[in-house]
């Protein structure tokens, strides 16, 4: 049986001398490995744990809730926002509602960038959606997070530098392991047909294509969010409101 990853997380209440050490000795007589060790978000410690044996984690999760001073809050398969949480000491903001968007401001960009790594790295289809004003960090994300997952990336439509608008791409650029990075109100209000035509083969295809602005992008093709298998918002801070009337119009300057 390959081994697995799990995710345990506890609380302490009174973090008494010994009690990391007491937790390490009882995991390593069970003989499950300790992959990374960080407290997150407060008075809570998270691990990254590896076994072959599923009955190992269900005999310490029962074990640890009888100790006194922590209350087991987690033990479960790990996933990506448990292994960023124990990275970077914190949890990623997560809408609770669709369950598929999250949150960041500009001073987490190195967990942003992180995550994206993380999402990148997925082989196959997956349309994610990036949403945020003007020069808050969004294609700087998305290029250093292609480089996290080993990808290159390739601009079907952009206003990095100046406005991108591909209508062919090379055979090399064809492939499907790259990172596609489109922007939504590019994409959508200055293209050509011959653009159009390149969005939709790519869009076909069995790779990662990342939409900024995905809420024009949905408004001017007709589309639905139900293609998005993750949206991003990015904000310089947590109050900023997103809002796309206020920037449109310059998109659409030559």
């Known amino acids: 049986m390959e081994p697995k990853q799990w995710y345990m997380e506890y609380k302490i209440h009174k973090n008494r001398p ?12 069970l003989e499950v490995n300790i992959l990374t060790i960080n407290g997150v978000e407060g008075e809570t410690r998270g691990m990254l744990l590896e ?12 074990m640890l809730k009888k100790v006194d001073n922590i209350t087991l809050s987690a033990l479960r398969p790990s996933k990506l ?13 997560r809408d609770s509602e669709d369950g598929k968007t999250f949150r960041f401001t500009r001073d987490e960009l190195g967990l942003l960038v992180d995550f994206l790594g993380e ?4 082989e196959g289809h997956q349309v994610i959606g990036l949403r945020g004003m003007p020069r808050v960090g969004k294609t700087e994300s ?22 991108t608008i591909r209508s062919q791409l090379s055979e090399d650029e064809m492939n499907a392991n790259n990172v596609f990075i489109i ?3 590019v994409s959508t209000m200055r293209s050509s047909e011959k653009h159009y ?6 869009m076909d295809m069995p790779c990662t294509k990342v939409i900024e602005h995905p809420d024009v992008f949905v408004q001017e093709t007709n589309g639905s969010f139900d293609v998005f298998d993750i949206i991003i918002e990015l904000r310089n801070t947590w109050d900023e409101e997103i809002v796309y009337d206020t920037f449109t119009n310059t998109y659409m300057e030559d």
Do not use: N, P
């Not at 010994?18 to 007589?29: F, K, N």
């Not at 076994?51 to 029962?62: A, Y």
């Open 18 to 29: 010994g009690l990391l050490g007491d937790i390490a000795s009882l995991l390593g007589m």
């Open 51 to 62: 076994t072959d044996d599923v009955e190992k984690i269900q005999l310490m999760g029962s």
């Open 81 to 93: 926002v448990d292994k960023l949480a124990v990275r970077h000491g914190r949890y990623v903001d």
């Open 119 to 122: 999402v990148f790295k997925k």
């Open 142 to 163: 998305i290029i250093a997070g292609s480089v996290c997952a080993m990808k290159h990336w390739t601009f079907i439509s952009s206003t990095l530098l100046r406005q």
């Open 183 to 185: 922007d939504g109100i």
């Open 197 to 202: 035509k390149l969005l939709q083969d790519i």
